[in-house]
């Protein structure tokens, strides 16, 4: 049996500015895949390890924001990252709490108006 997630897209409409808000927020470094016709860059991933890769992207005519899936972000604790939000130029739409035995999430908003998760066990 495998996860049902394998790759992740978050559409956004400026891609240097929403790299800048992920790279700045996860503290991670994002890389540029040789894409035709559309700008991709990359989160940091092993395919062979658990878990899904996934991009930033931008592609004329497909919007960002607006749309109901959610992506959470593993973090060791989310109140880390979600600290950084505001001076990426996010927004914290709900800020740490437990989830029970799952651990705690965040809830925030990238520049483009994606909402997104951080999760942590801690």
């Known amino acids: 049996m495998v996860n049902p997630v394998g790759w992740f897209e978050i559409y956004v409409q400026d891609i240097q500015r929403a790299r800048r808000f992920y790279e700045q927020v996860l503290a991670i470094k994002l890389d540029k895949l040789p894409v035709p016709d559309i ?69 925030i908003f990238d520049t483009e108006g994606n909402m997104l998760g951080l999760h942590s066990l801690q």
């Open 39 to 107: 700008e991709m860059w990359a989160f940091p991933n092993d395919m062979t390890q658990y878990g899904a890769g996934g991009t930033l992207v931008y592609m004329p005519g497909m919007s960002s924001g607006g749309n109901s899936t959610l992506v959470y972000f593993s973090c060791q604790d989310c109140a880390v990252e979600e600290s950084r939000v505001k001076e990426a130029g996010g927004q914290v739409q709900r800020s740490k709490m437990s989830i029970g035995q799952y651990g705690f999430i965040s809830l």
